[in-house]
């Protein structure tokens, strides 16, 4: 049998105290709901990593600390914002337009990533639609 692959991921990160990050009601049912649609360990509710023949409830699910490695460093970098929430490790920032809050991937980031491609479009038509009426004809 191959090596289970959940050994080789690095240990959770920890509070300077020694805790383990929590996360809010809303932000455990996302984690939950993420969970249930992304992580290939949990079946049914399930954890297989846990399953020594008797079924094993995901612990992730159901607690409000990120207690599970394969979620901190597989199922949870796909959420980047839900990410960031939990570990305030990266700097949030709220849309222009839509006010959404969002994970940006500059400094300079004024839109999230739907709204920017609108916004952009819409500032290049208004340049090129300037640099033609420019033109002598």
Not at 7 to 13: A, F, I, S, T, V
Not at 37 to 60: A, F, H, K, S, W
């Amino acid at each position: 049998m191959r090596d289970n692959p959940y050994k080789d991921l690095p240990p959770l990160e920890r509070r300077p105290d020694g805790s383990l990050y929590r996360m809010a009601p809303a932000q455990r049912k996302q984690a939950a709901s993420l969970i249930r649609r992304e992580c290939c360990c949990c079946e049914d509710g399930n954890c297989i990593v846990l399953d020594d023949g008797d079924t094993c409830t995901c612990p992730q699910t159901v607690s409000f600390s990120v207690c599970c490695k394969w979620f901190r460093w597989a199922v949870l970098p796909l959420d980047g914002t839900l990410e960031a929430e939990i570990f305030r490790d990266k700097a949030l920032k709220r849309c222009a337009v839509c006010g959404g809050v969002f994970v940006p991937k500059s400094n300079r980031a004024k839109y999230c990533p739907d709204c920017a491609a609108r916004v952009h479009r819409r500032q290049k038509t208004e340049s090129e639609r300037k640099r033609r009426s420019a033109v002598d004809s």
